[in-house]
């Protein structure tokens, strides 16, 4: 088993709101075992406020979480990916940037809670919705055996994953 930690990258069209979840959750559950990263293609440049208000109600630290291009992960110096997962109808569309390696890919769509509108306590349910069924498949990956799966195993199982409650 190799200590370097299983890359992922999370992408959505704004990386503003659910690439944004989805990154925290992979580092924040991964514990060290997987290290994640989160862009889009048409970076909305800040994540949203939902997004970092949802962040700050589970104790993550904010910081470090900004919104940008998936080019900054095909440019020379960028870390390799092992798994690149679309989070939005939109980016699943879209033709992704060519990764060193050929990572793996998967699309976990979901509804984007940046598109609700209402009081800020209807923002936040939709972003809390959108963060427990992220958290649902990013647990459901990490307690994955990849070690005994081969590529194509393993793509059955994302595509798996990505098809569970609430898939878009």
């Given at each position: 088993m190799s200590d370097t930690p299983f890359?992922?990258?999370?992408?959505?069209?704004?990386?503003s709101a659910r690439s944004?979840?989805?990154e925290a959750l992979f580092n924040h559950l991964g514990e060290g075992r997987v290290r994640a990263?989160?862009?889009?293609?048409?970076?909305?440049g800040v994540p949203h406020p939902g997004a970092l208000r949802l962040l700050v109600r589970r104790e993550i630290d904010v910081a470090a979480f900004r919104s940008k291009s998936w080019d900054e992960f095909t440019?020379?110096?960028?870390?390799?990916?092992?798994?690149a997962i679309t989070v939005c109808g939109n980016a699943a569309g879209e033709a992704c940037p060519v990764f060193l390696g050929s990572p793996l890919k998967a699309h976990w769509g979901l509804p984007d809670p940046a598109d609700v509108t209402g009081s800020e306590g209807e923002v936040d349910a939709a972003f809390e919705e959108t963060w427990r069924?992220?958290?649902?498949r990013v647990r459901a990956f990490l307690a994955l055996d990849?070690?005994?799966?081969?590529?194509?195993?393993?793509?059955?199982?994302?595509?798996?994953?990505g098809a569970m409650e609430g898939a878009a």
């Amino acid at each position: 088993m190799s200590d370097t930690p299983f890359t992922v990258l999370v992408l959505c069209t704004g990386n503003s709101a659910r690439s944004i979840l989805g990154e925290a959750l992979f580092n924040h559950l991964g514990e060290g075992r997987v290290r994640a990263f989160s862009a889009g293609s048409k970076p909305k440049g800040v994540p949203h406020p939902g997004a970092l208000r949802l962040l700050v109600r589970r104790e993550i630290d904010v910081a470090a979480f900004r919104s940008k291009s998936w080019d900054e992960f095909t440019a020379p110096g960028a870390p390799p990916i092992d798994l690149a997962i679309t989070v939005c109808g939109n980016a699943a569309g879209e033709a992704c940037p060519v990764f060193l390696g050929s990572p793996l890919k998967a699309h976990w769509g979901l509804p984007d809670p940046a598109d609700v509108t209402g009081s800020e306590g209807e923002v936040d349910a939709a972003f809390e919705e959108t963060w427990r069924l992220l958290e649902m498949r990013v647990r459901a990956f990490l307690a994955l055996d990849r070690i005994a799966m081969d590529a194509r195993q393993l793509q059955a199982v994302l595509a798996e994953i990505g098809a569970m409650e609430g898939a878009a």
